[in-house]
């Protein structure tokens, strides 16, 4: 590699081409301090502090900008560089307020500490003030712009890296400021209140409003986030026992220095009061506080009792995917070798068991086929049923960049989510009728002569089947069921077919549906048939919802396979478990979550040992779910709150959070990352995996296990895909499986040159309505979701008080037509209703909803949406339909 | 609001000239401001959505230059120069009996939407100091009892 050399400070030193002076001082372990430089924002040289002095020349340059150049005589420290920086941050102290004692910045302060570097004292120029008010409306962050020093770190990381452009500069000369459009307050803007401009900020202009006045961190732990599947790397702040904030692990691949709002600010659930802190029994009705020794005991005698009764599959448990691998390792452990049954699920099931099943049978493995940073040189974006912005925060910033960079996007989706926003082409399909229209897609590929006929030949098989199947899905026939025009179609399939590195993200709005193994295959006929997987950058990913979604799939917390997707059935597999664990195990399939609830209410089951799940939110038809339970002869539940689950059991189990253990999550990328203990565990309660192993031990089956690093030894020996996956190798960075051995780097993209299973299958699918369609009884459809600022059934982000107070209460999305209609206006109470029940929740009138189609949150029990979703189930993947059911409204 | 409602529908024809055009925004933003007047708060948002640019870079832009408006002006703009010569020909007490006439400050507008009052550095007719401007007309060596007649001129 060609290198450049010059003189530095006296020395002779080499760079490579395009180099700064400010990287290669730093390289050379030379401080050139900088107020508006950040590695990961586009430099613009705008503070002047990093000037430099070129003693060839004379010049003054701004390091931060200047590539190095052959013959240069760089001093860094000479008395005119000196002269004109210290010129410099007088001029801005001149303007800055003497408020440093009571400024929240304090000794972080960067204009601060470099002005004490320079040994600036008082400012010799006459102090001209900005006088603008602070802007506190906002429960996340406070700005004082008066301490605002122009650097622009905040309008850069907003619009490169957040990509949310909530703010630009404003004005111009003296009165310029970063403000947001019309200067309306934050939460009136686009900002996603990530907070990346406060972490950014050199000076106290931004501060964080929860943790104004805490005083400086004494103890940083490097973890990853516990919201969500993007998996993002974060420090944890403590003072002491208590969590005082999070920044962003700039390390981490996933996320660099960006986070979203739940990850920067949804901490305080970690100390809330309302934590359990001991274990509850139920006496006479009530739950009352017990010993560990007694809960314990009761919890072992009364499973081995319903075991001796009714047979082992009269039990049930339900894993979780908010506990750590470890975890879902020993419950279904547990659960398999303990009890004896295979009846042992979790809530993937409601969210992605369709594309296990779906990706397994055409790809032969079901995850998402590239890592998340690839996401941002894909060159087409098709993104259907997925609010990614609201749901995958930091995989939306990648869209974001790659649509910056010039992808084009399309987004299918009934509703005008924010991802289309940075969309190319924005089509808004019928809710239900996805495998029309992704067969509509293919056949204008195909009639088009628009695929990719090599790849089609080399890498896949059955094609023919699926020219057949899709040749009466023409343009006008698919417009006909999706109500997507003929026209835009056409655009879209060529657009798609265009790509080189052609990628689909999809989520829930594809696999919840009686028809979600269709969607699925379709979406994998489509990109085969376009070339597009087993390549950097294109491909098909499903993007997982919760933070361990994808791990506590792979260790096998499913009722038909092992860990890593081990069939049961399997000749090799089955035996090895039965040797390592020294038990015979169940052979039959064990019972999906919606199957154990029905199982339940007939009596079939008799007990059910629910860890870190809250069905009676999630579970769909929350009527049928209550009676079940209620039905149980008895009920354990392990978790963190008092769930509304929990409060119908006959013991809770305290466990604790992320925050007070050690483990592995996967995240949706297959990254296995290492979680770590930050505080003592609160109270009595204990992790997961103790829990399950004191258990474990009373019944009779000794699980000893010092560390969670020791049952992922026994993980790796026993799981190919986790094979190469120990502690000491997830130190510095997670590991992509699959890592089969000790020595592998891990797998960034899948089915590189073959598939896992072989060859690509194409499955030929028709399309089919959903199980539920409006009528005239109930006229509207009615769709589920999540929203940016709660997570899952709310327990942990409705106890976040930023979190809770942005967003306090469930909103029912509805399309201003249809509220003309009823008579209803933005803010007024709804009643909507379906054959299962009825809630009552404030209106939002929003262009967002299309016309006669109705959308609500899942995270609020006071308007639970799944009192009213419909239980029908798709038949592979056992995932009921939260996307489409029919129901009526009015006003209440 | 001053000048009651206004006919958003009047953006469109601009707005459709330009679809996608983010390099036009200065071109559009006087076009809108040739429409109305100034540029309406409620039009930020559909410039931005119109040529697929963000809120903040619109109002960013109109807030940098000095041209651009977010309130209505008056049908005549009156500027009183500030130059050197005419400061020493004591514009200052031009400029308080027009604020005293009008009812109103430098930089703003009255209620009638007839007259906005703007500050002038230099008008660059120093020799017939002191200067007035109204619209593109120049009224110099002129004293404050001369204001009336000039102003009633203008509707």
Known sequence: MEQITLSLNGSQVNGRPGTTILDLAQQNGIHIPTLCHDPHLIPIGACRVCLVENEATGALLASCVTPIAPGMVINTESPKVLEARRTVVELLLASHPDSCIICDKGNRCQLRKIASDLEIGQVRFGKTRHYYPIEDTNPFLERDLSKCILCGKCIRGCQELQGAWAIDYAYRGFDSKPATSLEVPLEQSPCEFCGLCVSLCPTGALYEKMRKYKGRETKRVRTICPFCGCGCGIYLELRDQEVIGVSADAENPVNKISLCVKGRYGYDFINHGDRLKKPLIRKNGELEEASWEEALDLVASKLEQIRGESGADSIACLSSAKSTNEENYLLQKFARAVIGTNNVDHCARLCHSVTVAGLAISFGSGAMTNSIAEIEDADVILITGSNTTETHPIIALRVRRAVMKGAKLIVIDPRKIDITKYATLWLSQNPGTDVAWLNGLMHIIIEEDLWDKDYVEKRTEKFEELRETVKKYTPDFVEGISGIPQDRLREAARIYASGERATILYSMGITQHTTGTDNVKSIANLAMLCGNVGIESGGVNPLRGQNNMQGACDMGALPNVLPGYQRLSDQEAAPKFEKAWGRRLPANSGLTVVETMRAAEEGKIRAMYIMGENPMISDPDLKHVEAALKKLDFLVVQDIFLTETAQLAHVVLPSVTFAEKDGTFTNTERRVQRIREAIDPIAEARPDWQIICQLASRMGYKMNYEHPSQIMEEIAKLTPSYGGIYYDRLEKEGLQWPCPNRDHPGTRYLHKDRFTRGLGLFQAVEYIPPAETPDEDYPYILSTGRVLYHYHAGSMSRRCQGLDEIYPESLAEINPSDAQELGVEDGEMVRIASRRGEVEVKAKVTERAPKGVVFMNFHFNEAAANILTNPALDPVGKIPEYKVCAVRMEKA | ?155
């Open chain 2, 1 to 155: 609001m001053k000048g009651g409602a206004i006919d958003m529908s009047k953006l469109d024809p601009i707005l459709t000239k330009h679809e996608g055009q983010k390099e036009a925004l200065i071109s559009v933003l006087q076009e809108v401001q040739g429409e109305f007047g100034y540029v309406p708060e409620e039009a930020i948002e559909r410039i931005a959505d119109a040529l697929k640019l963000f809120p903040s870079q619109v109002y960013g832009v109109v807030t940098f230059y000095s041209q651009f408006y977010l309130t209505p002006r008056g049908r005549n703009t009156i500027r009183v120069c500030r130059g050197t010569d005419c400061h020493v020909q004591r514009t200052t007490s031009l400029l308080a009996a027009i604020e005293q006439t009008l009812g109103i400050k430098e930089g703003e507008t009255t209620d009638d939407l007839r007259f906005s009052l703007e500050p002038a550095t230099c008008l660059g007719k120093c020799s017939l100091a002191p200067v007035i401007m109204v619209n593109r007309d120049y009224y110099g060596k002129i004293v404050p009892r001369e204001l009336e007649t000039i102003l009633k001129r203008y509707e």
